[in-house]
């Protein structure tokens, strides 16, 4: 099976149908893609147009709930990713980092196992062209009062 | 006219004279170029050696204020970017990535309009080249005390 | 002396024994190299397998502590580094940029000094390849309860 219908497989699998990439909140690019790289904007949980929850980690936003939140990023890094390569997967590389940011309460030190809900999904759909290195940290507060956020970068083939 | 030639009378139509780099606060580069990237590293809104500004958005500083931060911020990214390529505009290809922190109360969300102050400045100097993947994020806490702080990351040609 | 002895000397003359990278704590790689770039993740202070202080600065750990954190960051950042280069400090050409990032109370302000333990001790040992652009913010938290996490990216030669 190629790449391509690999990763059509998986996300299938996974319920996934990737949605058109999330429009910007405000005055920047989805993506940049040049020299083989793509810098993936920092993703939202956003589906439909709307955050699927808002809060912090620890206060209103429960684990579980936030663990969702990351994989809805990366959802939405893997529509960017698929846009950057007008569809086609075999020119995808890598996804070598992912930068992920938990808005929780200063007690709440469980951003790893939160970021995992990115990390996972995108390895487990995109195979060794989806294992990467990672930074994790908490932070005060996020866009739009969302609970995580995510962002990317990655190898790719030039068309 | 010349890509040098319009960044330049842009920078002259919005009154900025760009500054010689401010120093680092640290022991660290203000910037880094090697195979064609330049990593710029954070700039905090500095003007003549002392913020434009201390405190935290949401409690001492408005979103007016942090907006006038972040282009601060800005302008000390393309005063450092016209160092590393000499002053000559034509070698710069493109500013792919902005990092931007602001520092605020937890209840802030308003983090990419804040950005914005920066994204827009960037955009509008360097026109096409200007466009540009972005992460904003609310933190804690920033060096000095200041309410935002930008990184960047630009793609250049050899001299 | 070639770079590597001079780079052995320095570690040497630090009391540094490059220990085996740390394992990371979730669902990634401790670092990517590809394409002549190799993204290392985000080092939290651990030293054989636990993390040398917990806490926030400016609350129970102090700037001389959150520096040692920030110093033992740096040297799991060199184990990964060698790990990348199979120990051939020959192959690193520059780490070009440190992202640093400081747990701490909402009025502590000196990141950038704490920062330092990491960059001073890079900046040592890897001599003029250690020079490189930084971003330092303070957070809410960081993962396991860490007052410190810093992660680097650096250019190799091809093997």
Redesign the interface.
Known sequence: MSTSDSIAARLSAEGIVLPVPPT?????????A????V????QLPLRDGSLVMTG?VGDTVSEADALLCARQCAINILAVLSASVAGDWERL??V????G?V???????????I??GA??LI?HVLGDRG????????????????PV?V?A?A?ITAS
Chains 1, 2, 3 share one sequence.
Do not use: C
């Not at 910007?24 to 940049?32: D, E, G, I, T």
């Not at 070598?96 to 930068?99: A, I, P, S, W």
């Not at 808005?103 to 196992?113: C, I, L, M, R």
């Open positions: 910007p909140v405000a005055s920047y690019q989805p993506y940049v040049m020299n083989g790289m810098w993936v904007s920092g912090l590389l890598r070598v980092r992912l930068g940011f808005a929780s309460t200063p007690d709440f030190v469980g951003q790893p196992k970021i995992n990390s996972d390895g294992t990467h290195a990672r930074a994790a940290v908490g932070v005060a507060s996020l866009p739009l009062g969302a956020e962002e970068l190898l």
